[in-house]
């Protein structure tokens, strides 16, 4: 059974960094783009980053450029995200979300290409 869990979330001061994990299990992250998502209270859910299979190509929400860096580790089954300069207004419950796909070097970051979903890694940025 497909399962993704975050890990790497919690309190931290505007312009401290945390770095968010997405661990997989039951599946060979090989074959799949993975995606982060994030989403405050009352406020929509947002793209934040993804990472194409090959990791040729990522995007990035333009509210983290320069600030956000994704990154994966196939051996470790793991994809991470590296926050730093972290804003208050980066706080929100951080997603990690996978899709299977035979193009090697490209990623989209539509909600409704994404079956498997992990439970979500609270970020808190606060004074």
């Known amino acids: 059974q497909l399962q993704l869990v975050e890990s790497g979330g919690g309190l931290v001061q505007p312009g401290g960094s945390l770095r968010l994990s997405c661990a997989a299990s039951?599946?060979?992250?090989?074959?799949?783009?993975i995606g982060w998502f994030r989403q405050a209270p009352g406020k929509e859910r947002e793209g934040v980053s993804c990472i194409s299979r090959s990791s040729g190509s990522t995007k990035y929400a333009d509210s983290v450029k320069g600030r956000f860096t994704i990154s994966r580790d196939n051996a470790k089954n793991t994809v991470y995200l590296q926050m730093n300069s972290l804003k208050t207004e980066d706080t929100a419950v951080y997603h990690c979300?996978?899709?299977?796909?035979?193009?090697?070097?490209?990623?989209?970051?539509?909600?409704?290409?994404?079956?498997?979903w992990g439970q979500g890694t609270q970020v808190t940025v606060s004074s």
């Open positions: 979300a996978a899709y299977r796909t035979t193009v090697q070097a490209m990623c989209v970051m539509y909600p409704s290409f994404f079956g498997s």
């Open positions: 039951g599946f060979t992250l090989d074959y799949y783009v």
